[in-house]
């Protein structure tokens, strides 16, 4: 959900994905204003695994403002990095002022960055809690207190031929940590607990994280690494904190549940049991940042929220109404935004650093909701494609006529048009399942055979199994839930009278 940290690291950290040799090529070219030179060679590794980042693009931009025939593009770099990238204020007052003098000659300042979504590849995931004490949507879940040796970050990341390896390294990691963990990997995951889980619960975890792997690569066309994907599972929020000082040099605030760490390809988060939430959420962060790394904050957190309560239906993954809803119905009214706002907003305003911690739940709530809109409209894919590959030329001035066009794009309609839609949709999808719902669902159920009890229009246990044994045999991950999704498929299977 919200990541943002403070600790202050040099532009040019060596870069462990994306062509690193020809980074540091680019780097020594730019550090002796060889600008056409880092123009020649950076371009090509935005294409490649990791390689959207905010160093690369500043590198790049600062060059193009700096050589004769290239500073519209330059300035076109400046306006995404301030756009798309996380930035402290005095960062995003800097990177301004270099796109007002662009053409500009003279050395660009050398800036050390908060690392955030954008380069250090942190991520954390916290709860707000309506009406409660610790309402830390906000805030600064996660701090980088101290780097971690580059010979560590090697040693962690294991190919996937390579399993019994992986798995023996993520022992030996636990133990020398203090934990006496159970490890255990398959596919493209190797899990480690110290949550007290059973095999069975490691191998249920493990294979969710697969399916939902498998869905998410194809339907948005990440990278993936040769090397695992290394999932750590506590018990609690103080087990995580101390663990993510231990591991990874975070001080992590006490109401994250769950964070990634993108130099090692690893997830850690507060699980008890095979739920995997959580674990969704920071990996679709982690898998976007791959070939997406200059998303739009609406986008990222938008998507990852998506699946964070979400059910495997066969090979498909369908987000599903959750608690976010529940901050749109409190807050909404009290801290209105439209959608032309929301997709136009950088970090700074997404995460309302200047307003209020309830303006930035609405932010977050909306962008999920927006994008479940989309997924339900068979939209979302094409949305998604339609801002990846925007290009640099594609970029003004005129963001909001950009965002609009982008939508047109995809979808065939007018933003106002979506909006007038999605608000109406909003409406339905917050409604309570209706007794007189549930009754017409306890009949159609009836009628393929299946056991409800009673038909009272209660959702109670026997009606919860019976739901069950319906999504089972449907290939439908089984959570008893009712939804307008089931209730589509039920209608399907017995007449929509």
């Known amino acids: 959900m919200k990541l943002f940290t403070v600790a202050l690291i040099s532009l040019f950290a060596l870069s462990h994905f994306a ?17 056409k030179s880092v123009i020649d060679i950076l371009p090509p590794l935005r294409d490649e695994f990791f390689g959207k980042r905010v160093d690369v693009d500043y590198m790049l931009a600062t060059s193009m403002c700096r050589y004769k025939d290239y500073h519209v593009g330059g300035r076109n770099y400046l306006k995404r990095i301030l756009r798309v990238y996380p930035l402290s204020n005095k960062n995003y007052d800097i ?18 960055f908060n690392s955030g979504r954008g380069m250090a590849g942190v991520s954390g995931k916290s709860f707000y809690f309506l009406g409660g ?65 059973t095999q069975g619960e490691l191998e249920k975890t493990v294979s969710l994280l697969n399916r939902a792997l498998n869905f998410l690569q194809t339907s948005y066309q990440f990278q993936l690494p040769e090397q695992f994907f290394t999932i750590y599972l506590v018990p609690d929020g103080l087990k995580l904190r101390a663990f993510g000082d ?13 964070y990634s760490f993108r130099d090692d390809l690893s997830l850690a988060a507060v699980v008890n049991g095979p739920y995997v939430g959580t674990l969704k959420h920071e990996l679709a962060h982690l898998l976007v940042r791959t070939n997406f790394g200059d998303v739009p904050p609406w986008l990222d957190e938008g998507l990852a929220a998506l699946y964070e309560v979400s059910r495997q239906e066969g090979d498909y993954l369908r987000g599903l109404p959750n608690w976010r809803g529940q901050v749109l119905d409190h807050y909404f009214e009290q801290y209105p935004v439209g959608l032309v706002r929301l997709m136009t907003m950088d970090w700074i305003d997404f995460d309302a650093r200047k307003i209020a911690k309830e303006q930035q739940a609405v932010n977050h709530a909306l962008a999920r909701y927006w994008v479940l809109y989309l997924q339900d409209k068979d939209l979302l894919t094409a949305v998604y494609s ?13 963001y909001q006529a950009e965002v ?4 047109k794009q995809a979808t065939g309609q007018s933003l106002m048009q979506l909006e007038q839609d999605f608000f109406a949709w909003l409406d339905h999808a917050q409604l309570p399942i209706t007794r007189e719902q549930v009754i017409d669902i306890q009949e159609r159920l009836t009628s393929l055979g299946y056991d409800v009890g009673t038909i009272d229009g209660l959702h109670g246990s026997l009606t919860s199994k019976a739901i069950k044994e319906f999504q089972r045999s449907n290939n439908i991950e089984p959570d008893g839930r009712i939804d307008v999704s089931l209730i589509n498929l039920l209608m399907s299977k017995t007449g929509k009278l």
């Open 19 to 35: 062509g690193a040799s020809q980074f540091e090529k680019a780097q020594q070219h730019w550090k002796k204003q060889e600008y």
């Open 95 to 112: 990177i301004f002022n270099e796109l007002t003098q662009c053409p500009v000659q003279g050395k660009p300042n050398l800036i050390a």
């Open 133 to 197: 004490a610790n309402q830390s949507i906000g805030g600064n879940p996660l701090q980088v207190e101290r780097a971690i040796a580059q010979s560590e970050i090697d040693q962690r990341l294991v190919a996937i031929s390579e399993s019994e390896i992986a798995t023996e390294r993520v022992k030996k990691r636990l133990k020398k940590l203090g934990y006496n963990g159970k490890v255990f990997a398959s596919g493209r995951f190797v899990v480690g607990s110290i949550s007290n889980h």
């Open 246 to 258: 231990k591991l990874h040099g975070l001080n992590v605030n006490r109401s994250t549940i769950g």
């Open 386 to 398: 339609a801002f990846k590959n925007v290009t640099v030329e594609q970029i003004t001035d005129n």
């Open 404 to 407: 609009k066009g982008l939508i």
